[in-house]
T-cell receptor, first 115, second 113 residues
Framework: EAQVTQNPRYLITVTGKKLTVTCSQN?????MSWYRQDPGLGLRQIYY???????DKGDVPEGYKVSRKEKRNFPLILESPSPNQTSLYFC??????????????FGPGTRLTVL | AQSVTQPDIHITVSEGASLELRCNYS??????LFWYVQSPGQGLQLLLK??????LVQGIKGFEAEFKRSQSSFNLRKPSVHWSDAAEYFC???????????FGKGTSLLVTP
């Protein structure tokens, strides 16, 4: 089954304790992205990657890191989490079409709480 | 920069009634437009997309959307809503950076018996 998986689905942590949220897709997509979803703000892009070893900042990259060492994986790293990073996080992937944009497939989400 | 506005934060409809969710976009050229649905506790699922061609687009679950360039709109419609349609709906447009999507803030749909 074609899918995007994220782990963990739920995480409660404390300020300053490094964490990683994993994301993996089995569709051989070139493009992967991380979003955070906050009430009243919709989805905002954190980082994206257009291929292996190619990553770039989205709209809200502060406090986050990413890496793309393999095509299928795109982990999100919070080196020193803070309470304002409490949010619902989504990983997404897509295979760009002729015009670039195409349907993005989303993971189930990771709900992170930073105390 | 491309952006979308969803004017309605919450909408309540009765089961069986028709539905229209509004989406206005800001973009000079032909936009690439999407509607996604997020059911409670779930990820986002694509309902339909518009790239070019026929301005009336059919999607899954009985949804359709109409692209109107003159009004800069891409409204989502369904003739008869089911209780299972209760969810959050997001309109999105292809972003300047290429590949990325800019999402609206979403419309929460409540379906009453």
């Amino acid at each position: 089954e074609a899918q995007v998986t994220q782990n963990p689905r739920y995480l409660i942590t404390v300020t300053g304790k490094k964490l990683t949220v994993t994301c993996s897709q089995n569709m051989n997509h070139e493009y992967m992205s991380w979003y955070r979803q906050d009430p009243g703000l919709g989805l905002r892009q954190i980082y994206y990657s257009m291929n292996v070893e190619v990553t770039d900042k989205g709209d809200v990259p502060e406090g986050y890191k990413v890496s793309r060492k393999e095509k299928r994986n795109f982990p999100l790293i919070l080196e020193s989490p803070s309470p304002n990073q409490t949010s619902l996080y989504f990983c997404a992937s897509s295979q760009p079409g002729l015009a670039g944009y195409n349907e993005q497939f989303f993971g189930p989400g990771t709900r992170l709480t930073v105390l | 920069a491309q952006s979308v506005t969803q004017p309605d934060i919450h909408i309540t409809v009765s089961e069986g009634a028709s539905l229209e969710l509004r989406c206005n976009y800001s973009y000079g050229a032909t936009p690439y437009l999407f509607w996604y649905v997020q059911s409670p506790g779930q990820g986002l699922q694509l309902l339909l997309k518009y790239f070019s061609g026929d301005t009336l687009v059919q999607g899954i679950k009985g949804f359709e959307a109409e692209f109107k360039r003159s009004q800069s709109s891409f409204n989502l419609r369904k003739p008869s809503v089911h209780w299972s349609d209760a969810a959050e709906y997001f309109c999105a447009v292809g972003a300047d950076s290429g590949y990325a999507l800019n999402f609206g803030k979403g419309t929460s749909l409540l379906v009453t018996p």
